[in-house]
């Protein structure tokens, strides 16, 4: 039997432990704190406050580095908190860029109005597109963000649908029809800004000799240089796929 006398810790060491062991239960009270307020959250269908800053903090990391280069470990630095903190917060990256997404409708969808009475679906449809298009360029890479969304959280783009297939059916189009219509617009929409966030600016097209790489092709040579001498930019492009999209979904 060890009847060696124990040792005394020093009060460096007790008050060692004694930060240790507060700094454990301020982890732990952070945590349920978190659980808390997400559960909190959920009933409401609305982000916690420390959710929010997360949400647009991640939303200006975005802008600065791109999605590809967006990181936890990088916007825990920015909140100046170690990284395992926003888990508490949203369980992976791919669970923040769904919030990412859902703010970044909101900022444009506030309040989106009926169709008039008198008023073409088409003209109503295109208005609504082309804010849905508006949204995702007001980030960098927003198309890529938006597009990958699901239906919740990114509850504003399922509202979105829903809106545009009242307007279509109030105006007589049949709910199967209205939707195949809806969801055409969208993809398109959202593949148009996709491409438009990932291809070359017109200053770029420029700058580079483009015609030469497509020379042996003479019929894309000719709708590209008609596209550049018709000074059309790139909204308006949009909204000409948008017409021929609409002149062709309307029903006999």
Known sequence: MDRRPKRSLTVEQ?????????QRLDDQRARMNARIDREKAKLSGELTPKQ???????LELLDEVGLDNLSLRALAQRLDVRAPALYWHFK???ALVEHMAEAILRAEFKDVRP???GE????WLTFYASRLRKAMLARRDGGRVVAGAHLYPA????????DSLVALTSAGVD???AWHIVRTVS???FGYVIEEQAGPTREERTNTDLMAVVAQYPYVAAAMQAADESGADTEEDFLVGLEYIMRGSTPS
């Open 52 to 58: 929010q800053e997360i949400v647009s903090a991640a």
């Open 175 to 177: 709910v199967e029809t």
């Open 120 to 123: 073409s679906w088409q003209d």
């Open 92 to 94: 992976n990256k791919e």
């Open 155 to 162: 509850v504003t783009l399922i509202k979105w649908f829903e």
């Open 187 to 189: 993809v398109y929409t």
């Open 115 to 117: 169709r008039h009475e």
């Open 14 to 22: 007790l008050e060692r432990r004694r930060g240790l062991i507060n």
